[in-house]
């Protein structure tokens, strides 16, 4: 399992326009093969900041999202929301037990 957290600045005269992407990117990236969850969240303690916590079945189900139409006309549009650059991190799925 990937997990995968992607961090957005916003600028704020652009936050509803990211958010109405948001809403139709969300939509269709659930309906994916691979795709476990994928959640907005919005920061409480920066303005205009949000975070996608996305799960994924494997590295193939991240990498076919990335490729698919609804995340790169997303992408192709994400310049003009944003205030800063994004951040990405991502972690493997499986817990570390002691």
Known sequence: MIITHVRFQIKPEQEQAFLDEMKDLIKET???TGNI????MK??????????VETWEDEKATKLHNESSHF???AKKAPDFLA????ANGYSGEAISF
């Open 30 to 32: 659930r309906k994916e």
């Open 37 to 40: 969850s994928y959640e907005l």
């Open 43 to 52: 920061n409480i303690e920066e303005d205009y900041t949000y975070t996608m």
């Open 72 to 74: 790169t006309a997303f």
């Open 84 to 87: 800063g650059p994004i951040q």
